[in-house]
């Protein structure tokens, strides 16, 4: 099988499906989505994969919950008064080196031509607010995370709680994968996350998925409770630990424009795409 192509065609990206973990990926404009509150508990009693995996009691989250939820996506961002989080200064140096910091993590891995279109929005950024933002990060480590674990500045401590949940990780991730299901996710847009990074939203593209996704995140957050549920995004930039004065964050907004007018992306892929993944700082993801 060749490796995937990429052709523009009315306003199409056509790629080539991969054997292993299939794959599309078409080219959408961002719209804004009218959510209507809709939560309600989903069994999951449909046979999804082997040995009925994701047949779960958890309530989770619907599409509409979902979208309801996450609507901050489409405000302004970088408004007067913005403070970044302290905990940046953990992950970036004042001058934009990423600083030592590792943990573990179970993340989805993008096509290659899913990243290559996701570094153009990242170029789009940094060409009117590099000067504001960490050094960025190479398209060959852009993921969406399915479940983070532990992470932190490196010690014995940190060392002990990644090994701890490690074999755990591992075989729930392997589980994951070899259901082989698929999912579709389409971008919502570029915004600021939690004060410390410019990201690309995603959403899951129908209920299906979405339900495919929440259950995944919902298994693994019986191994590692971590308290807030699951916002799929790409990490474009962090911020730099310093704050900004008012013509930063101008620079800041109009970058988050700019991104927004160049278009979204939708794309198809498999769970079998998930990894177990060690990372040393926010640019170095290894295979474990």
């Not at 794959?23 to 309600?40: D, E, L, M, N």
């Not at 996350?193 to 299906?208: H, I, Q, R």
């Not at 704050?243 to 907004?253: E, I, K, N, W």
Request: with cysteine.
């Amino acid at each position: 099988m060749k490796s995937p192509c990429c052709r523009p065609c009315a306003g199409r990206f056509l790629f080539q499906r991969q054997e292993n973990v299939p794959h599309r990926i078409t080219k959408t404009f961002y719209g804004h989505f009218q959510a209507v509150p809709h939560s309600y508990d989903i069994l999951m009693k449909e046979r999804y994969g082997m040995d009925q995996l994701f047949d779960i009691p958890e309530r989770l989250e619907t599409l509409d919950a979902f979208r309801l939820r996450t609507g901050f996506v489409y405000e302004p961002q970088f408004g007067p008064g913005f403070r970044v989080s302290p905990g940046v200064g953990a992950k970036v140096a004042a001058g934009g080196a990423l600083l030592p910091y590792s943990g573990n993590t179970v993340v989805l891995m993008l096509p290659e031509a899913v990243q290559q279109s996701i570094q153009a929005i990242q170029r789009t950024a940094y060409h009117r607010a590099g000067w504001c933002l960490a050094r960025p990060l190479p398209a060959e480590s852009f993921h969406i995370t399915l479940h983070d674990l532990e992470s932190g500045a490196p010690s014995p401590e940190l060392a002990a709680r990644v090994e701890a949940v490690r074999e755990g990780a591992r075989a729930l991730t392997g589980r994951i994968a070899a259901t082989g299901e698929n999912v579709r996710l389409r971008s919502t847009g570029v915004y600021c996350m939690a004060a410390t990074s410019l990201v690309l939203g995603f959403e899951p593209a129908d209920e299906e998925s979405c339900r495919l996704l929440m259950a995944s995140y919902a298994l693994f957050e019986r191994l590692r409770p971590l308290g807030y549920p699951l916002t799929p995004h790409v990490t474009l930039g962090y911020l730099r630990p310093n704050g900004y004065t008012g013509g930063q964050l101008d620079a800041l907004r109009a970058a988050v424009e700019d991104c927004r007018a160049m278009g979204g992306i939708s794309f198809e892929t498999s769970l079998a795409a998930a990894e177990y993944m060690t990372f040393s700082d926010m640019a170095t993801y290894q295979r474990a």
